[in-house]
Protein backbone atom coordinates (compact mmCIF):
# COMPACT_ATOMS: atom_id res chain seq x y z
CA UNK A 1 0.00 0.00 0.00
CA UNK A 2 1.13 3.34 -0.40
CA UNK A 3 0.26 6.04 1.77
CA UNK A 4 0.48 9.95 0.74
CA UNK A 5 0.19 12.31 3.51
CA UNK A 6 -0.23 15.65 1.73
CA UNK A 7 -1.15 19.03 2.75
CA UNK A 8 -0.02 22.67 2.50
CA UNK A 9 3.17 24.13 4.56
CA UNK A 10 3.04 24.87 8.26
CA UNK A 11 -0.03 21.70 9.09
CA UNK A 12 2.80 19.50 10.56
CA UNK A 13 2.67 16.96 8.22
CA UNK A 14 6.67 16.38 8.63
CA UNK A 15 5.79 15.79 12.65
CA UNK A 16 2.77 13.65 11.85
CA UNK A 17 4.66 11.29 9.48
CA UNK A 18 7.65 10.58 11.96
CA UNK A 19 5.22 9.59 14.86
CA UNK A 20 3.51 7.45 12.23
CA UNK A 21 6.36 5.31 11.48
CA UNK A 22 7.45 5.38 15.25
CA UNK A 23 4.49 3.73 16.17
CA UNK A 24 3.43 1.35 13.60
CA UNK A 25 6.22 -0.53 12.14
CA UNK A 26 4.73 -2.02 9.02
CA UNK A 27 5.05 1.83 7.71
CA UNK A 28 7.99 3.11 6.35
CA UNK A 29 8.90 6.79 4.73
CA UNK A 30 10.40 7.27 1.79
CA UNK A 31 12.91 10.27 2.01
CA UNK A 32 12.82 12.50 -0.37
CA UNK A 33 15.52 14.36 -2.10
CA UNK A 34 15.54 18.31 -2.71
CA UNK A 35 17.84 21.75 -3.96
CA UNK A 36 16.53 23.64 -1.27
CA UNK A 37 18.64 25.23 1.64
CA UNK A 38 18.87 22.90 4.72
CA UNK A 39 16.87 24.83 7.45
CA UNK A 40 19.24 25.30 11.00
CA UNK A 41 16.55 23.43 12.60
CA UNK A 42 16.65 20.64 9.95
CA UNK A 43 18.14 17.38 10.56
CA UNK A 44 20.74 15.95 8.07
CA UNK A 45 18.65 13.03 7.27
CA UNK A 46 15.73 15.11 6.42
CA UNK A 47 16.26 15.14 2.84
CA UNK A 48 18.94 14.04 0.81
CA UNK A 49 19.80 17.71 0.34
CA UNK A 50 21.59 17.97 -3.20
CA UNK A 51 21.99 20.22 -6.51
CA UNK A 52 20.13 20.82 -9.56
CA UNK A 53 22.73 19.08 -11.42
CA UNK A 54 22.38 16.03 -9.80
CA UNK A 55 18.90 16.30 -9.04
CA UNK A 56 18.34 16.81 -13.51
CA UNK A 57 20.78 13.48 -14.07
CA UNK A 58 18.79 11.78 -12.11
CA UNK A 59 14.84 12.81 -13.71
CA UNK A 60 17.28 12.05 -17.12
CA UNK A 61 17.46 8.08 -15.73
CA UNK A 62 13.75 7.57 -14.76
CA UNK A 63 14.83 7.65 -11.24
CA UNK A 64 12.20 9.34 -9.87
CA UNK A 65 8.24 8.04 -8.71
CA UNK A 66 7.49 11.74 -9.19
CA UNK A 67 9.49 15.18 -8.34
CA UNK A 68 8.15 18.72 -8.67
CA UNK A 69 9.44 22.15 -8.88
CA UNK A 70 8.06 24.00 -5.44
CA UNK A 71 8.37 27.63 -4.63
CA UNK A 72 11.45 27.13 -6.77
CA UNK A 73 13.19 24.76 -5.85
CA UNK A 74 13.49 20.87 -6.76
CA UNK A 75 12.01 17.52 -4.68
CA UNK A 76 11.23 14.40 -5.62
CA UNK A 77 10.49 10.84 -4.65
CA UNK A 78 13.20 8.60 -5.45
CA UNK A 79 11.77 5.17 -7.40
CA UNK A 80 11.04 2.70 -4.21
CA UNK A 81 12.56 -0.47 -3.51
CA UNK A 82 9.80 -2.99 -4.56
CA UNK A 83 11.63 -5.47 -2.73
CA UNK A 84 9.80 -3.77 0.96
CA UNK A 85 7.00 -5.41 1.80
CA UNK A 86 6.11 -2.54 4.48
CA UNK A 87 3.01 0.08 3.43
CA UNK A 88 5.40 3.00 1.94
CA UNK A 89 4.58 6.65 3.00
CA UNK A 90 5.20 9.64 1.57
CA UNK A 91 5.13 13.06 2.22
CA UNK A 92 4.73 15.45 -0.67
CA UNK A 93 2.93 18.61 -2.02
CA UNK A 94 -0.58 18.19 -4.23
CA UNK A 95 1.17 18.40 -7.53
CA UNK A 96 3.48 15.04 -6.28
CA UNK A 97 0.43 13.30 -4.89
CA UNK A 98 -1.51 13.83 -7.90
CA UNK A 99 1.30 11.80 -10.64
CA UNK A 100 1.54 9.38 -7.40
CA UNK A 101 -2.36 8.59 -7.74
CA UNK A 102 -2.12 8.50 -11.81
CA UNK A 103 0.55 5.94 -11.92
CA UNK A 104 -0.55 3.70 -8.74
CA UNK A 105 -4.49 3.97 -8.45
CA UNK A 106 -4.77 2.29 -5.31
CA UNK A 107 -2.82 5.10 -3.38
CA UNK A 108 -4.15 5.99 -0.57
CA UNK A 109 -3.88 10.29 0.00
CA UNK A 110 -4.45 11.49 3.22
CA UNK A 111 -4.65 15.51 3.10
CA UNK A 112 -4.46 17.56 6.52
CA UNK A 113 -5.44 20.94 6.78
CA UNK A 114 -4.60 23.78 9.33
CA UNK A 115 -7.53 24.17 12.27
CA UNK A 116 -7.14 28.06 10.75
CA UNK A 117 -4.68 30.08 8.64
CA UNK A 118 -3.85 32.35 11.51
CA UNK A 119 -2.31 28.51 13.46
CA UNK A 120 -0.82 27.93 10.10
CA UNK A 121 1.20 31.31 9.75
CA UNK A 122 2.24 30.51 13.45
CA UNK A 123 3.32 27.16 12.65
CA UNK A 124 5.39 28.36 9.51
CA UNK A 125 6.85 31.19 11.69
CA UNK A 126 7.46 29.07 14.71
CA UNK A 127 10.50 26.75 12.12
CA UNK A 128 12.21 30.39 11.35
CA UNK A 129 10.97 31.00 7.82
CA UNK A 130 12.05 34.44 6.62
CA UNK A 131 8.82 36.49 6.20
CA UNK A 132 8.73 36.47 2.35
CA UNK A 133 9.16 32.38 2.72
CA UNK A 134 6.25 32.63 5.01
CA UNK A 135 3.97 34.31 2.92
CA UNK A 136 4.90 32.57 -0.40
CA UNK A 137 4.10 29.01 1.58
CA UNK A 138 0.57 30.92 2.56
CA UNK A 139 -0.22 32.06 -0.93
CA UNK A 140 0.80 28.38 -2.88
CA UNK A 141 -1.76 26.90 0.44
CA UNK A 142 -4.63 28.59 -0.71
CA UNK A 143 -3.81 26.94 -4.32
CA UNK A 144 -3.13 23.54 -2.84
CA UNK A 145 -5.80 23.22 -0.96
CA UNK A 146 -8.87 23.00 -3.24
CA UNK A 147 -6.95 20.64 -4.87
CA UNK A 148 -6.01 18.38 -2.60
CA UNK A 149 -9.46 18.21 -0.90
CA UNK A 150 -10.85 17.36 -3.94
CA UNK A 151 -8.06 14.34 -4.57
CA UNK A 152 -7.89 13.13 -0.94
CA UNK A 153 -9.39 9.83 0.33
CA UNK A 154 -9.42 11.47 3.50
CA UNK A 155 -9.30 14.73 4.73
CA UNK A 156 -7.82 15.27 8.35
CA UNK A 157 -7.59 18.59 10.25
CA UNK A 158 -5.03 18.64 12.29
CA UNK A 159 -5.79 20.36 15.73
CA UNK A 160 -4.34 18.21 18.28
CA UNK A 161 -1.62 16.41 16.70
CA UNK A 162 -2.37 13.32 19.21
CA UNK A 163 -6.00 13.04 17.80
CA UNK A 164 -4.46 13.47 14.31
CA UNK A 165 -1.85 10.39 14.83
CA UNK A 166 -4.85 8.33 16.15
CA UNK A 167 -6.91 9.60 13.88
CA UNK A 168 -4.83 8.36 10.85
CA UNK A 169 -3.60 5.12 12.44
CA UNK A 170 -7.28 3.96 12.37
CA UNK A 171 -7.50 4.99 8.87
CA UNK A 172 -4.68 3.09 7.75
CA UNK A 173 -5.36 0.43 9.95
CA UNK A 174 -9.29 0.01 7.79
CA UNK A 175 -7.37 0.11 4.66
CA UNK A 176 -5.48 -2.64 5.54
CA UNK A 177 -8.10 -4.70 7.10
CA UNK A 178 -10.27 -3.81 3.58
CA UNK A 179 -7.17 -4.93 1.08
P1 LIG B 1 9.50 21.98 2.61
O1 LIG B 1 10.40 22.91 1.85
O2 LIG B 1 8.57 22.73 3.52
O3 LIG B 1 10.27 20.90 3.33
O4 LIG B 1 8.60 21.22 1.56
C1 LIG B 1 7.81 21.96 0.64
C2 LIG B 1 6.71 21.05 0.11
O5 LIG B 1 7.29 20.02 -0.67
C3 LIG B 1 5.92 20.37 1.21
O6 LIG B 1 4.54 20.42 0.86
C4 LIG B 1 6.44 18.95 1.19
O7 LIG B 1 5.45 18.02 1.60
C5 LIG B 1 6.74 18.79 -0.28
N1 LIG B 1 7.65 17.69 -0.58
C6 LIG B 1 8.64 17.16 0.18
N2 LIG B 1 9.24 16.15 -0.46
C7 LIG B 1 8.61 16.03 -1.66
C8 LIG B 1 8.76 15.13 -2.76
O8 LIG B 1 9.59 14.22 -2.79
N3 LIG B 1 7.92 15.30 -3.81
C9 LIG B 1 6.97 16.28 -3.83
N4 LIG B 1 6.18 16.35 -4.90
N5 LIG B 1 6.79 17.13 -2.81
C10 LIG B 1 7.61 17.01 -1.74
Not at 2 to 15: A, D, N, R
Not at 40 to 65: K, Q, W
Request: with cysteine.
Amino acid sequence: MIIVVSGPGGVGKGTIVDALVKRDPQLWLSRSWTTREQRPSETDDAYVFTTADAFEERISCGGFLEWTEFLGNYYGTPTPDVGDERDLVLEIEVDGAQQVKRVAPETMLIFVMPPSREEQERRLRGRGDVDHKVLARLKKAEEEEPIGRQLADHVVVNDDLETTIDEMLSIIGAARAAE
